[in-house]
């Protein structure tokens, strides 16, 4: 309750106060609450006053932090191995429990936004209309005890006639860019000056953006999509969500003179209705847009199912010798006429795995840690079975029938190209939000609201001037402006601030 | 190879010898001040010709002269880049993102030393400078040259997202030192030291509070700036906006502190002493933001 003695001759001023009051006048409406029944709007006062707080504001912030910070620090999005290998297996149990491995998808940290949304639109609800008011219609009439509770105020005796004493200190406001207006008296005199009310103006354009931006992002999560394609070069994709095809002409990788990467490039052609519509080249920071969909240069690798050339020796059984070598392309029969072979390349894995149930080979993982061809065999001109030729392991099993043994001794991956694949209809929305954010802080940090008050009175030599003011922020300018004001008041005969 | 190494080991010495001076400045102001009136506004007394106004007088040509160093060091190594990639951005490793906040740290100084004209806070700020710099140097040799961009990174989004994002950070440098200064100053109050001692030209608490105030107030918008214009590149470059990666994360983290700050300050509790620890606190936020996610966690930035 001492700060609200100290600042009783600020709450006067309410109208522009009321911002940093918050927590007196909470204080006020907790005792009032007790004594008195509650009415219904009581209750939704005290209810807006708690979501437009700068408590709430603050610990939203903070808390926002923290959950971020938590989620910098424990990987997200891992495979439970990860977890448990570096964290233990509890550890792990609490992180899901928790959603710390997706922390910013819980419904805790949606609900922070959300909380964080409502609490800078109810602070806008509360207060911008004092603000909106104040443009218009300012409080002019002021006491001379009101000016010299202001934060800087100063009494100065001049030997002058009061008409020219106000016209001076209006002038000297004016040129400093100050909106000045005047209320003549019979006796008294009293200016107002103000400058840099947008500054505040500003502040709540930031508090809205927020919102704007929430929105945006919830409504790219909502109606969005965000795909990965692995895609080959001279294949036809059909991308269901703007129901047209996406044919990859070409990919490759430009280098510097010393070997680094300079650029993944994939050309692409968007193809509907059977019709080529839009061909471009894109890069990692350049991606093609069509029908608001766009498609990014995300990544590139070996493909894991696919090769585009191969190399088989040809071992003779009985006396180990190399007899023959073939270099296979993709699904095209190659003959060796001496040994009386054709040899047809018809698959390949990176991975071998064997799926037990469905008696299907297919490739583990994406990496190139067990490569297998599958190899159909015909041998003068009698068809063999197709056995899987691994690079790692020559010689593993023993064809019958044949002659021969094959081993596969290198191959050419086909390279794919990563493409990310991404609508979101919220970034517009985003773009807005972000904007206002921008121009809000800047102007609310740029601008600060400035007011000064004067009073002239008859005085012992001629007028006395009470003149005090306040800054919103930014004091530290305004203690400058302010002393050279009143030197030069003191000094007479300029007034030029 | 790269004579901007040369440039940028002065611009070294130059700060530590500017750093040197300004201490050497507050230093001989308190002997110049010794005889002084009690209760006479500190600053005023030192006489003409004394110690103290030549030191003062280095100290600021010789740190306008490290800034011109640095300044010509950063352009040369725009020049040696546009050579090896086509790109000039001289912000694009993080020994050259540090070399530009010391930059961006000293010119932000003398702006300040010019238009309030309080030296003392260059033995604060320009130190902050100077660990900048020397921070960078004692970065391994591989981290300090012009290697060509990496496919990401070769975009024109880099000028400016970089260059915003990092002048945001030397201004919450700036906040940070203008924290510790009012703490000592504080401290030396506390003990009835503050016109007799070394603290004698610093300037008045509300002064250093205000000034550290006004520091947050340039970097919280350039932050804000910087952080959306990357989450427009990053749409244009990793497919979405925002991805939750480590450094867009903590600039988001260090924006809501500085942003907590702010509105703290709209309470009067919020000024002074724990303001100025909010201003150190913040800026070890900042420096992890700058340094430790780029070497702790790893993620979309990990490019140094």
Known sequence: MNRLTVRAAHLYDEMFFQFQTTYEMDAITKDTEAAKPFTFKEFGDALLEFFSSLKLAIFLMITLAILSTVGTVIQQGERPEVYIKEYGESAYWWFVKLGFIDIYHTWYFSTILVLLCINSLTCFNQRFPAIWRSIRQDKVNVTAQFIQNLKRSATVDLAAERGTVTEDIALAFAERGYRVLVNKGDAETTLYATKGIMGRIAAHVAHLSVTVIVIGGILGNVIGFRDFGVCLEGETYHIPQGNFDLHVDKFWIDYYDNGAVKSYNSTLTVIENGESKLTKTITVNDPLVYKGIWFYQSSYGDSWDRVEKARVVVRDKTTDKVVGEAILDWKKEAVLKDLGLKLLLTDFVADFGFDAKDRRVYSKTVEHENPAIKLAITEREQTLTAPWIFYNYPDLFDIQGSKYKFELTGYLAKKFTGLQIAKDPGVLLVWIGSTLLVVGVTLSAVIYHRRVWAKVVPGRQGVTVYVGGTAYKGQIDFDREFDRFTERLKARGNYTV | ?304
């Open chain 2, 1 to 304: 190879m790269f004579r901007s190494l040369f440039l940028f080991d002065v611009t070294f010495w130059l700060y530590l010898a500017a750093m040197g001076l300004y201490f050497g400045y507050i230093i001989a102001s308190r002997k110049a001040l010794q005889p002084a009136v009690a209760g006479h506004p500190a600053g005023t007394t030192a006489e003409e010709g004394s110690w103290a106004d030549t030191l003062g007088l280095l100290a600021t040509w010789v740190t306008f002269f490290g800034l011109i160093v640095n300044g010509m060091a950063l352009g040369t190594r725009a020049y040696e880049r546009m050579q090896i990639s086509g790109t000039f951005a001289p912000w694009s490793n993080q020994f050259e993102a540090m070399a530009y906040v010391s930059f961006a740290i000293i010119a932000g100084y003398l702006l300040l030393e010019l238009k309030y004209g309080i030296k003392a806070i260059g033995a604060f700020v320009v130190s902050i400078g100077f660990i900048a710099m020397g921070a960078a140097s004692l970065l391994p040799y591989r981290y300090q040259t012009a290697e060509p961009l990496v496919p990401a990174l070769n975009s024109y989004w880099i000028y400016i997202h970089v260059s915003i994002t990092l002048t945001s950070y030397a201004a919450f440098a700036m906040a940070g030192g203008l924290g510790v200064m009012y703490l000592l100053k504080e401290r030396a109050e506390r003990r009835g030291m503050a016109a007799t001692s070394v603290y004698a030209t610093f300037p008045s608490l509300e002064k250093i509070d205000e000034l550290g105030y006004k520091a947050i107030m340039v970097g919280f918008p350039l932050l804000a700036f910087g952080t959306i214009l990357g989450a427009m590149w990053a749409n244009y470059a990793w497919g979405g906006y925002w991805s939750w990666d480590p450094k867009e994360t903590w600039a988001l983290i260090v924006w809501l502190i500085y942003g907590a700050y702010i509105h703290a300050r709209m309470n009067r509790g919020w000024e002074g002493h724990r303001a100025a620890v909010y201003q150190i606190f913040g800026l070890l936020m900042v420096v992890f933001c700058f340094w430790g996610v780029n070497f702790l966690l790893s993620g979309l930035h990990a490019y140094a």
